[in-house]
């Protein structure tokens, strides 16, 4: 199957089209960070649904995306705009459906019984991931078409990286003061939605400054219509590059995310620090956001950078399980080493595009949508797993909504929000073990795809 580039690719992005580029993953944190952070509490404590059916419509929210994820990005893959490129249209028409949607998800209506709520919830949920997923798939995998330069695609994958800590910082310290202040007071439901609707509006903002600011310069002519379902697959999983990123990555974040999940428990009710709950849940990510930026830059392979990253965070979240609930001092001090010990998932994202890079040239073929996909298929698993685990731990042990929580309850929250993020982080050592492509490796790939990819235009002229 040949492949045509319709231009040189090896161009040195500005910090301008960086930022350009970065802002969109800040923007899907006022969408996909807010569910992760206040999601879960928002349905059981202010909505009034069990957590067990919370976890359940979870769990069925992401077996439609084990269906609809990779299925967005082979579509993605096919169809080519003549003005806009591969992926930035479905940014500038995707962005004001998925900002229509968040609405909707912080807006459950009255409805006479939790049946009617549950199905209402189900499906507005299971339709704003499908929104994010159309925004963000192609966001993402815009990424390894911005440029073909070494240097500018880790840069791009550490801005992004970066803004990913940003976006959650932001977000975590205004949401809580946001909803108190909008719900007249104190904390409601009323609060929760008109937040969503302020965090819609700056999130399509942000998405339409990223269309506006980036070019996909590294454009590959192929025909993929006729690229069966099974030929995908292998595809994606043939490739044990892009499976020990994929695996390691869903890992680490459903350390990241499922302790972000359910953290605000532990405030609330191990810690009673209703006051200080937006700087408790901002800490983590403000100490992240410098190491994500500045620690990849080391001369130090990235293998190593990571697993130091992935233990330390493990040892800080099982130091902090044992902490008193009242040693705020000492609970920072934890939260101030998780957030720097999680710098990898910059690095990790960077290592995508080596793989695709690597299966271009050994299979012919190049489907970045179709691997960012099953990428963003992964975070969102880890997103709603990590978290509805946390929630399964926390109800057998006997947690209950807006009540005085009795000593084992208390204890699942702590498990559910330190032990089993430890537990995942130190487990995500294993596959990244098993990604071979090293710096040389790298710079070898992208000589041979250049020198294809030159001979190949030449003869076209």
């Known amino acids: ?33 807010f569910w992760g ?21 979870f769990l069925i929210a992401r ?14 893959d096919k169809h080519r705009h003549k003005k806009f490129g591969r992926y930035r249209p479905w940014i500038l028409f995707g962005a004001p459906v998925l900002a229509v949607l968040n609405i909707l998800v912080w807006f459950v209506p009255n409805l006479e019984g939790n049946g009617l709520k549950i199905a209402y919830i189900a499906i507005t949920y299971i339709l704003a991931g499908m929104a994010f997923t159309a925004v963000n ?57 008109l937040t969503g609707v302020v965090f819609s509006i700056i999130g399509l903002v942000l998405y339409f400054i990223t269309f506006a600011s980036t070019k996909e310069e590294y454009i590959v002519d192929q025909q993929l219509t006729k690229v069966s379902f099974k030929v995908t697959m292998k595809y994606i999983f043939g490739n044990k590059h892009l499976v020990a990123i994929m ?16 953290a605000v428990y532990y405030y609330l009710y191990c810690c009673h620090a209703f006051e200080m709950v937006g700087l408790l849940m901002v800490i983590p990510t403000l100490c992240t956001i410098v190491p994500t930026y500045l620690i990849p830059k080391l001369n130090i392979p990235r293998k190593v950078l990571i ?47 080596p793989a695709i890079d690597d299966a271009e040239i ?34 057998a042990m006997g947690y209950v909504a807006n009540a005085d929580q009795t000593a084992e309850a208390l204890k699942g929250i702590n498990i559910s929000t330190n032990i089993l993020p430890a537990i995942f982080c130190l487990i995500a050592i294993v596959p990244l073990m098993f990604y071979g492509l090293n710096q040389k490796k790298i710079e070898e790939n992208n000589r041979i795809l250049a020198e294809r990819h030159a001979a190949e235009h030449e003869g076209e002229a």
């Open 1 to 33: 199957m040949s492949n045509e580039v319709s231009r040189s690719t090896d161009v040195k992005l500005g910090f301008g089209r960086q930022l350009g580029y970065g802002l969109g993953e800040f923007a899907g944190q006022f969408f996909f960070g």
């Open 37 to 57: 952070s206040y999601l879960s509490i928002f349905y059981t404590d202010y909505v009034g649904i069990a957590p067990a059916v919370v976890s359940l419509i």
């Open 63 to 76: 077996i439609w995306d084990a269906v609809n994820d990779p299925m967005l990005g082979m579509i993605a």
């Open 137 to 193: 798939v192609p966001y993402m995998s815009l990424q390894s078409t911005l440029t073909t330069n070494i240097k500018s695609r880790s840069d791009v994958a550490n801005i992004k990286g970066a803004f990913t800590f940003v976006g959650t910082a932001v977000v975590n310290m205004f949401a809580m003061s946001l909803v108190t202040q909008l719900g007249g007071g104190e904390p409601n439901a009323t609060g929760f939605f």
């Open 247 to 262: 695996i390691t990555m869903l890992l680490s974040l459903l350390a990241t995310f499922g302790r972000l999940g359910v």
């Open 307 to 353: 697993t130091i990253a992935l233990v330390g965070r493990a040892i800080a979240l099982f130091v902090l399980y044992f902490t008193d609930f009242n040693n705020t001092t000492a609970i920072i001090v934890c939260l101030i080493f998780i957030g720097f010990f999680n710098y990898e998932t910059g690095m990790l994202a960077g290592l995508i595009a």
């Open 362 to 395: 050994k299979k012919g073929i190049r489907m970045d949508g179709t691997a960012y996909a099953m990428v963003n298929l992964f975070a969102k698993v880890a997103s709603a797993i990590g978290g509805a685990i946390g929630l399964i731990i926390m109800g």
